[in-house]
């Protein structure tokens, strides 16, 4: 493992690439190969049986809209904060939520144009952008630390659960947000390598600027919470390059102020449908912290969920509590992989040869970024109001997978005896290896199941019975239900009625339903339940006379409850009115 550590220092020693021993083209030789296995990697350990778990409602949230698009008939999705415009022959997407862009429905719209939309296709695509943002990440990787840290840090990303499993049952947006990153962070690195090289032309900088700026823009766009990690990177720039990345900047905005134009002008173009509706996202932004969007069980769920996305363990525990982030703690089963242990050895390692190594002014100026922007990504997230689920977490990748990488070469440099480079190599394979177990624990999980409860495969099992049945109608009674009922059985009849409930403005109201036995209301409960209004219905319905109604459980393939559907085989009526604040009342009464 010749050593990809140290700096070549230009004209101002700011991210610079390592120097490396072998021609060009043995590196590039060896980048293609080392990508493809790790493409493979990750597609044998989480690229199998797409079609389970179940879709989760805010699975199909972005791909709703590419299928309206795509509809002759097609019309807007009614999810409050997203936006669509009539453009291109339909209804075309441009944000998803006030802090959330519809890249990811915009790049499903060809994907279901020639694969059709089904729950498959979307995953293959999810997955295929996650790929994608692997080899954006070993880009990256290649231009700061060579191309052998690279491939290291890729292998760890490749084969860690948490990125695995977010990119195939993506929610957050992770998937092609992790690709505008990398790749716009990659050509970004390479515009300042080249501008800090005397042999370049501005015309080489300038474009790979406007690149770079174009992704990042995009990254942004795609959501908002990524913004503080570029803050992050900006600030750990600033730490590890101190005056250089000052005289870097400085010197490039002079000599070619074009190229600095291209980033802002790109950014801005890449980023254009949120800064449009960036009042809307600050306002959202406001309302959450003015009304105490930080709370203690916040930081606590912030601090477990940093730990078990880093630890390889947030989606088995997830599919085991079925999709309740609230109780997903309490399993004691996930298997845990060991790149969380890795990651803190390798930071503490990295700042402590940083500290010796400053003394003699050899400190490694890239491993320093990597360790600022690491520990300060972190801590930025950790104050971003609400932001406690995997995929803000994610936003880091793959910095944690490069500092253990950075780490690992740097110290198989350091240590010359056979003996501890032997030890860093079973170090590394034992990370490698306890990954690989965790992942493979999660799939059984899917496979054996089907997904549990808000993410199981009686939903869609339950919605093709129902297809079958001319004349049915579906009332979803709590959230959950419609948008994957929506996306798999087009030709059921969907009603959400429990959002007008739900709406301040709406809450007074009274709303009143005839039914008959083609209806079929659905709910969750116990644990699984959003709101409280399915656990009223359910006791409304079971004060009727037994003959009359039919209450039927729905299981997941371990035989655990996913949720229950009710059916009056009789007309009726249904009244809900406001009890008090927060409560509601059923009642319904049959009709002969």
């Known amino acids: 493992m010749r050593g990809a550590s140290r700096n070549v220092k230009g004209r101002h020693g700011a991210f610079v690439n390592p120097s490396e021993r072998r021609t060009r083209s043995a590196r590039t030789a060896e980048l293609a190969v080392g990508c493809f296995l790790l493409c493979a990697l990750a597609l044998g350990l989480g690229g199998r049986q797409l079609d389970v778990p179940g879709l989760y409602y805010d699975e199909v949230i972005q791909a709703e809209p590419a299928v309206q698009f795509l509809a002759d008939a097609g019309r807007p999705v009614e999810v409050p904060g997203m936006r669509t415009v009539r453009a291109f022959g339909g209804w075309f997407p441009l944000m998803t939520q006030s802090y959330m862009g519809a890249l990811k429905s915009q790049a499903l719209i060809p994907v279901f144009a020639v694969f059709g939309a089904t729950p498959s296709s979307l995953r ?41 499993f977010a990119s195939r049952l993506d929610w ?24 800090d090289d005397a042999d370049a032309t501005n015309s080489a900088v300038t474009w790979r600027m406007a690149a770079a700026g174009l992704l990042l823009g995009a990254g942004l766009y795609n959501k908002i919470d990524v913004a503080v990690v570029f803050a992050a990177l900006v600030v750990a720039a600033g730490i590890a390059f101190r005056g250089d990345a000052l005289r870097c900047a400085t010197s490039l905005a002079t000599r070619n102020t074009l190229a600095v134009v291209a980033l802002g002008v790109a950014a801005a173009l890449g980023a254009a449908p949120l800064l449009a509706a960036l009042g809307d996202a600050t306002d959202a932004t406001g309302a959450l912290v003015s009304g ?58 990295l700042i402590a040869t940083a500290v010796h190594d400053a003394r003699r002014d050899r400190a490694n100026r890239i491993n320093v970024l990597l360790v600022a922007a690491s520990l300060l990504g972190a801590l930025f997230i950790f104050f971003t109001p609400r932001a406690v689920r995997i995929h803000h977490v994610l936003n880091l990748a793959p910095l944690p997978h490069l ?116 209806h079929v209301y659905l709910v969750h409960e116990g644990r ?17 006379d037994p003959g009359s109604v039919t209450i039927r459980r729905h299981e997941d393939g371990g035989g655990d409850p996913a949720f229950t559907s009710i059916r009056i085989g009789a007309p009726h009526r249904v009244d809900h009115t406001p009890r008090q604040p927060g409560q509601t009342r059923f009642d319904i009464q049959l009709r002969r």
């Open 403 to 518: 500092v253990v990488a950075a780490a690992v070469f740097d110290a198989w440099r350091r240590f010359g005896t056979r003996a501890l480079r032997v030890g860093v190599a079973a170090a590394t394979a034992a990370v490698l290896a306890s990954s690989i177990a965790a992942s493979r624990a999660t799939f059984d999980e899917l496979r054996e199941t089907g997904g549990r409860g808000r993410w199981s495969n009686a939903l869609a099992d339950f919605g093709r019975e129902l297809e079958s049945e001319p004349g049915c109608e579906v009332l979803s009674l709590d959230w959950g239900f419609h948008g994957p009922l929506r996306f798999t059985s087009r030709d059921l009849t969907l009603k959400e009625p429990f959002w007008s409930w739900w709406r301040p403005a709406r809450r007074n109201a009274r709303w009143t339903h005839d039914g008959d036995e083609h």
């Open 172 to 195: 957050g947006s992770f998937a092609i947000g992790l690709l505008c990153r990398c790749l716009g962070l990659f050509w970004f690195t390479r515009a300042v390598q080249l501008a």
């Open 528 to 544: 699984l339940a959003v709101f409280d209004y399915g656990a009223e219905f359910l006791a409304a319905a079971r004060a009727l």
């Open 124 to 164: 293959a695509a999810t997955f295929f952008f996650g790929l994608c943002g692997l080899l954006a990440a070993v880009a990256w990787g290649t231009a700061l630390l060579g191309s052998r840290p690279a491939l290291l840090a890729g292998t760890l990303l490749a084969v860690d659960p948490s990125f695995l």
């Open 292 to 349: 105490g969007g930080m709370s203690s069980a916040d930081w606590n769920e912030k601090l477990r969920t940093a730990v078990a996305t880093l630890d390889g363990s947030y989606m088995h525990r997830l599919m085991l509590a079925g999709g309740d982030f609230e109780s997903m703690y309490g399993d004691p089963r996930p298997g845990a992989g060991g790149f969380f242990t890795a990651f803190l050895l390798g930071l503490a390692y």
